[in-house]
């Protein structure tokens, strides 16, 4: 018989075992990874397993998930019975079961381990995603049920582990809405046991520590987010804040009502690597508003392929504004057809457009135009060594913005006299 005090929010995750995966994400302090660790050792005291804990790194283990096991299993005055072995790291039961360490940085290391049941990776998110299937197909035994505990902190949602257990836009795959689980707490769904957490489900915590936690919300908005609430969410500073997605028929409808609007379509090329992205616009110079209400998105087409998929636009002979780049590619469409000529570049034209494009009061996007909300809506600036934004560089290669910049080539939002700007 073994008594402990845990916290109320995580008893039922402690002793469930019906689920293949166990998803843990929360704030800091939230006491996630100490419950997992409990966990695993109630049940390899019950059964004769095998346990791998895995980090991206193996020697961080032992400040880590080693020293966390091995402070449980002295805390529960179980030191007598079971052996924290420091070299190599492993943990061995009195019944037989061990745990064993392994890092993700020394692969080769995985390829001898058999007879794994449990699986538990820390600071999953900082695991490639290629490394977890690793572990998926390490994660097998003759008789036992399998199982699988993952525990992060929240990052982006770019990472893996939001793209697997909630949703990714680019592959049109949904499993849950983030938010519910922050409003649920817990919820199981297709053999995932999902499970969030703050301090404030720590009763153990200090109220300093929560009160440290609070103060990041006035000068670390992003950490706080993280570290606090125990959120996915953008890392970074947004390029586009003013970027909202609408129903395809509200915008068509707004667009209908603009007096004078102007209609811009731009295309940014590519082929394996990045791609074909062709956009519609439509700009309210008055309110300042730009509307996107159509895209193209496609790569490994070749141009006449690309043509082909595109001819509505050699029908009705709508101008397109392309990537200056690609003069043979653009020749390729002058000779087929298509009203289609380069957008001016020079030095410093990326940050030159960007800027333009952050002055629209508001970017409204159609839900028919799903890459262009995927690559815009989080679309964060990069950084340099010191932390400072790189105004031409973002976390992604963004095609739409790309085309957009091209698009809007002879457009500028702001006119210093009061005149329309138009395209030229």
Known sequence: MIEKEVNPHFEG????????????????????????????????????????????????????????LEEIIIDLELDHKIRCVTSPMQIRFPNGSKIIFKGMDKPQKLKSINNISIVWLEECSEVKYEGFKELLGRL???????????????????????????KDQVNNYFL?????????????????????????????????YIEQLEDLKTHDPDLHR???????????TLVLPQFEEWEHDEVLKVI??????????????GFVNSYNALLRMVVDHDKKYLYI???????GKTDPETAEDIKEFKETQELIKADTAEPKTIKFYKQNGFRIRAAKKF????????????????????????????????LTFAVDKEGIIIEDEFNID???????????????????????GVLK
Not at 140 to 166: C, D, E, I, Q
Not at 293 to 299: I, P, R, S, T, V
């Open 347 to 378: 030095p410093g034209s990326r940050t030159q457009n960007t800027k333009k494009v952050k002055r629209f009061k508001k970017i409204i996007c159609s839900k028919n135009c799903p890459n262009t909300i995927r690559e815009l809506k989080d």
């Open 13 to 68: 995750f402690i002793f469930d075992w019906s689920q293949k995966f166990y998803f843990l994400v929360g704030g800091y302090g939230s006491s996630k990874s100490y419950h997992v660790a409990l966990k695993l050792i109630l049940k390899l005291l019950e059964e004769k397993r095998t346990a791998l804990v895995v980090r991206e790194v193996y020697d961080t283990h032992r400040d880590s998930t080693f020293s966390l």
């Open 140 to 166: 097998r035994h003759p008789t036992f049920s399998l199982h699988m505990l993952l525990s992060t902190n929240p990052v982006s949602k770019g990472n893996w582990t939001y793209k697997h257990f909630f």
């Open 398 to 420: 963004p095609h739409t913005f790309s085309a957009i910049w091209y698009g809007l080539d002879g457009y500028e939002v702001s006119d210093l006299k009061g005149g329309f």
């Open 293 to 299: 209400f159509w895209e193209y998105y496609k790569n």
């Open 226 to 236: 993280i570290a606090r609430k125990g959120r996915f969410g953008v890392n970074g």
């Open 176 to 208: 849950l809405d983030d938010e519910e689980l922050y409003q649920k707490k817990s919820i199981v769904i297709n053999n995932t046991y999902y499970h969030h957490s703050t301090a404030d489900d720590n009763l153990f915590l200090p109220e300093s």
């Open 256 to 269: 209908g009502e603009i007096r004078n609007p102007i209609k811009a379509n731009g295309m940014d090329f």
